[in-house]
């Protein structure tokens, strides 16, 4: 038998290598434009944005700022995908229902996030607007995904539910929920950034003390595009952990054909 690991490896770090490439592009593409610019407040460069975050990483507030975001954002999406999940269920059960539903949806889904943002502050204190923003953005997609994926159930494996009499739970566990995984995880993918772009947006219009809307509301008042940077970085970077946790918790769901990107 020819193993393949060799061609396998060689691909792996090809691919690691067009990365590696394509970041010091970036990196660099970045430092000429700082230099071009040669305004420190308008364009920082690489360095100055990385001696920003080094300078941020040991300290107790930037922690505390991080806790602060993710829990109310996280909080956020997981409401999204729990009343997500019970709106298309209920859909797909009940053409009634699905009529009730769907033109919330497809408002929620066209209006702009700012429009919810301002009438969520007149109705909320500023500390809530990240957890209720980033529940209606990504509530549309999550329902969405969910209801195609209850619709892509193999019908014989309905029918033989129907005529054997499998009780709702046991078809939930054994029918529903594995068809719908592969459009939960698309869902994901679209949806965490969804939740950190808009969550993050409604915190710098509502200045949500103690947040990370909070820090970049301050780099803009204090012109200050090294914090901006760093800041987004972070943003940035907790908005992929998270991607990759959720989705390989959908992997580890025993049956489940999810595979990440």
């Not at 408002?107 to 204190?125: C, K, M």
């Not at 200045?207 to 901006?228: C, H, M, N, P, Q």
Request: aromatic share 8%; charged share 15%; proline share 5%.
């Amino acid at each position: 038998m020819t193993s393949t690991s060799p061609d396998k490896t060689g691909t792996a770090t090809r691919a690691v290598a067009r990365r590696i490439g394509a970041a010091v592009f970036w990196l660099a593409m970045w430092q000429a434009a700082a230099v071009a610019v040669h305004r420190d407040f308008l364009l920082a460069s690489p360095m100055q944005v990385a001696r920003t975050l080094v300078t941020l990483l040991p300290t107790g507030d930037f922690w505390a700022t991080i806790g602060w975001s993710l829990g109310r954002i996280t909080l956020g999406f997981t409401g999204a995908v729990v009343l997500g999940a019970v709106l298309a269920i209920s859909s797909a059960a009940s053409p009634v229902a699905r009529a009730l539903w769907e033109p919330a949806i497809a408002a929620i889904r066209s209006a702009p996030v700012v429009s919810f943002i301002i009438l969520l502050l007149l109705w909320t204190d500023s500390s809530h607007l990240p957890v209720f923003t980033s529940l209606l953005m990504v509530l549309p997609v999550m329902y969405a995904n969910v209801l195609q994926g209850i619709a892509q159930r193999d019908p014989q494996m309905l029918e033989a539910a129907q005529v054997f009499r499998m009780p709702f739970r046991r078809r939930l566990v054994a029918i529903d929920i594995p068809a719908a995984l592969p459009f939960l995880a698309a869902a994901t993918r679209v949806g965490v950034g969804l939740a950190w772009k808009s969550g993050v947006a409604a915190e710098v219009i509502g200045v949500a003390t103690g947040s990370i809307g909070e820090r970049l509301y301050e780099a803009k008042v204090f012109l200050s595009s090294a914090d901006l940077f760093a800041w987004t970085i972070v943003i940035v970077v907790l908005s992929v952990v998270c991607e990759r946790l959720l989705l390989r918790a959908l992997r580890s769901v025993p049956g489940a054909p999810v595979r990440a990107s």
